[in-house]
DNA sequence: GATGAATGAGTCTTCATTCAT
DNA sequence: GATGAATGAAGACTCATTCAT
């Protein structure tokens, strides 16, 4: 337990570092320095500077694996909307506290590991799935319109990463309304047109939606 | 010329090089292995290895700025949408061709040179500015609805860096399609809903637009 | 006392690693470990890891220096050439037995302290001395055949050395034949010839020597 | 060539280097000051320091191989006793040139790599066993004594060991007479008592053993 | 202009030894 | 006495860049 608090102190002090000047630019010196430890202390928690990455960039990838929640059908269930709300709602929050972690895996995490990037690339390849499955859903429920739910849900998780980074570069708090607005431009995006006539803002897209 | 010619020779091998493994993981050697030519020639043509890598981002973001063109409003210019439609097919078209640019502007170009970084996030944000002015635009004719078009614009740009990031990874070429599904997408996430009551797909946007 | 007790299973555990792997791929861990003891405590009863070394070195050079004998020529003693029988059976059961320190001595004991291999080597030349006092005995009592007897004091030092290096390895147990073996050899090789005409094997020599 | 030319000056001045300090003490930056040479360019022409040693070694090992001839039985060929005196010369004329690398290979090279040991080790087992042989051979043609040839084969092969370790380490120079007391001493070690009777030195065991 | 051998600063990593608890 | 976390000196290796030919 000591140690685990240990390793979570040079992470912690790592991930600044890493969040500033990326991957390679980062040397073992400057996290040795950053977290007062000597040089060799390092190496006694972890295994090489890639292990101590791949451990920050498991963090957040599990983070937001847990953040990211199916939507579920049922009688008790909170509206599909609400959930896809709560979904980036959560993620969101996250992101934003966690700004460093959000830059390292934005900004920094690709095109120094084959093997890291295609962890990446499938951490992303599995939210699009699920995204894609959300839509599948709503056009099965009548709620969506018909299109290339694939491409659809590149779009929409495309939207959500430069707006997260946005926020994260310039720190921005608001994410409520963030995550309204991004909602809002998706949903909307998405909706049988029919749902959308004469309604204003999102309220109208949770109203149709509720109309079953 | 011939100097030029020789400059571009060099830069088509590498530009595939970084492609496949990024900036970090190409070194010299493999330049001019592929390049075949000497160490020493290398550098009779490029002062470093930074310069290269930099020119051939230049060459993508000098290229993306060309194919995107601002709104113009006239008697004489083409609907608004039709002007976007343009915009995202040159853009596709060119990134889907140069797949091997692409993967660099998106996956290796950050990180490791803050001045490079910044260049990005400049052109990113020049790109993101006329999005939103557009939307702007878009709000004052009342073709578009009230939002926070900042965040609607990052929301855009990130559909399409995502899904051309996609489209380039696979080499998808049926440019036309995504290009119209992004459109669609983004098209119905901005419009003011009453317009697209009872239409279907684009043409509906198309048409409330052009019913001003 | 119990310092001792304790110093000596360090000890023990140490000459394993040693013999198996060599100075230079030991390390503090392995024997820690091995001991079950911690870091600190090694250094609680060594000075350092080198010191160790040297008191395993120093063992077994002290047994062997106890194990040879000089020739002592007196009417109560044994005959020479039987002297020099014991003086090999000796040496060659503790070789044997201890076949871990003989491993350390003849495969690992050299090139990696200046004064380490001096000590080896002054400890050599001590038993070449030996054994070329012999020699030049042998020859006074008409024993020997005139010859260079330090370079035959090395050969036989060296046939020793040799065999006993294989004989560790293998962990050959027939000491008794070997040693009978390597001084049939060496006798034969240093006896005057008129000794040894018409007759079989050793005894002969042995005879031979006693005849005087 | 240039290349081997500059190959061999390396291996030149990191031959005395590690005749003097042995592997462990020997660095990189002791090799490439006494070769005058820059860090990295070490790094040109080896692919790191253990490979640089292994070539010495290879090379040492080569030259012995080519050294050592067995032993050819015909009408033609010499007497087997002279084949064996050349032998002995050969290397030794070699070892005692090229003390460097003997003192390399006799007292350097054991214990810091399980693969280069195992390489040695397999050496002087081909050593041996063509030690073996012979003996085996001249026990068929009535010269040599019974004996177990494999202990006695060890006790020559060490023997020589020794032999040349010490006139490599004093810098000796009269090989003929070093090769005659060696030869000498193995010989009468193995000789069948019948054929040294009356006879003296070395000539003595010729003639017997031309007598067939 | 072209070449490619040479350079050496920069990094990571290991491991014997120390010392606060 | 015992512990084992911490230390930091030492050393191997890489690679962008230079320069004599």
Redesign the pocket.
């Known amino acids: 337990m ?2 685990q608090a ?1 390793r979570q102190q040079v992470l912690q002090h790592a991930k600044r570092i890493f969040a500033r000047k990326g991957y390679h ?5 400057d996290i ?1 320095a950053r977290a ?10 972890f ?4 292990e101590l990455f791949e451990e920050l960039l498991e963090q957040v990838l599990g983070e937001l694996r847990l953040r990211i929640r199916r939507l579920r059908i049922g009688p008790e269930e909170p509206e599909p909307v609400e959930q896809l709300r709560d979904n980036l709602r959560r993620v969101l929050s996250f992101l934003i506290t966690e700004w460093e972690l959000t830059d390292i895996l934005l900004n920094h995490s690709t095109g120094f590991d084959p093997e890291l990037d295609s962890r990446i690339r499938e951490f992303y390849e599995r939210v699009a799935d699920q995204i894609q499955r959300s839509l599948d859903l709503g056009i099965q429920m009548g709620l969506v319109r018909e299109c290339d739910t694939r491409a659809v849900a590149y779009c929409i998780l495309g939207g959500i990463k430069e707006v997260v980074g946005q926020a994260s570069r310039h720190r921005r708090r608001e994410i409520g309304r963030l995550a309204e607005e991004i909602l809002d431009f998706g949903l909307r995006g998405v909706a049988r047109p029919d749902l959308l006539a004469g309604l204003h803002r999102t309220e109208a897209v949770a109203a149709g939606a509720s109309a079953k």
């Open positions: 000591e140690r240990r630019r980062t040397n073992i010196s040795v007062r430890i000597a040089r060799g202390t390092f190496y006694l928690y295994e090489n500077k890639k």
